[in-house]
């Protein structure tokens, strides 16, 4: 398949809110059909979501997911398939937050923790690798937490985050010949609802303090984030693979003071 002949698809999990919600809309403006991955017991509302996406133009099909499950992953591409006919993009965006010091760590919470965030990555490329041809492109949602810096409380989400570049690193060698490209995205401080949530993230106040070491002096912005993987997944990146780009404002080059 090319993305040239015929009007692309784009899978994107976790699409209901933040970042996914976010691209879920560039790619209507852009005219990329998607199939939109929520999680049912999420607070957010898919109709609200599609009811954005259709606004903007959009043709999309939403349908439950839960990347932690493989055969809801596998139904959930069979459902796509089966829509669409074909599959172009595959956007790995799904993931928990869940703040655990290390004395508390269960085994239960670490596990569900990489079994959702970073084995959730593999179920989603697993599942889909077989329906994508020249031109294709994977993008996975990872974190300066664990993908560039430590953050206390948060072992086990810096350590599913700090897997997903190896994980794109190797999807790009394997899946090359087939002219099929696979890059990791590392977002900096966003304000997401991830992100506001107070009791396992900064929160807006934590956010707000944040700003005054981040460069460009305030938080990113969850459509600022989806124009990058937009870009990833378009012809304009198609000699781009293997990557692993931060978009943080700066905060990871600025010199501590």
Request: contains cysteine.
């Amino acid at each position: 398949m090319t993305t040239t002949q015929t009007t692309p698809v784009a899978l994107i999990s976790g699409a209901a809110s933040g970042i996914g919600l976010a691209l879920a809309k560039n790619y209507a403006q852009r005219g990329v059909k998607v199939v939109g991955g929520f999680y049912p017991a999420d607070p957010h509302d898919p109709k609200r979501a599609a009811a954005e996406v259709e606004a903007l133009g959009g043709d999309a099909l939403w349908l439950p997911l839960d990347v932690a499950e493989t055969e809801s992953v596998n139904a959930f591409v069979a459902a796509a398939i089966a829509h669409f006919g074909r599959i172009d993009y595959v956007v790995a965006n799904a993931g928990v937050l869940r703040r655990a010091p290390i004395a508390e760590m269960s085994d239960d919470r670490w596990n569900e923790m990489l079994n959702v965030d970073l084995t959730g990555v593999m179920r989603c490329f697993r599942a889909t690798a077989p329906h994508l041809g020249e031109g294709a492109s994977l993008v996975a949602v990872s974190s300066i937490a664990g993908g560039v810096y430590g953050w206390q409380d948060h072992a086990h989400y810096a350590a599913a985050k700090a897997g997903i570049p190896g994980i794109c690193r190797s999807m790009a060698v394997e899946l090359a010949p087939k002219g099929v490209r696979c890059n990791a995205v590392i977002p900096g401080l966003i304000e997401t609802p991830q992100s506001l949530d107070k009791e396992n993230s900064l929160g807006p106040e934590g956010l707000a303090k944040a700003s005054r070491v981040i460069p460009l002096g305030r938080p990113g912005r969850a459509d600022e984030v989806a124009n990058l993987i937009s870009f990833l997944t378009s012809d304009a990146s198609s000699y781009l693979t293997g990557q692993s780009l931060i978009i943080d404002g700066g905060l990871t080059v600025r010199w501590p003071e």
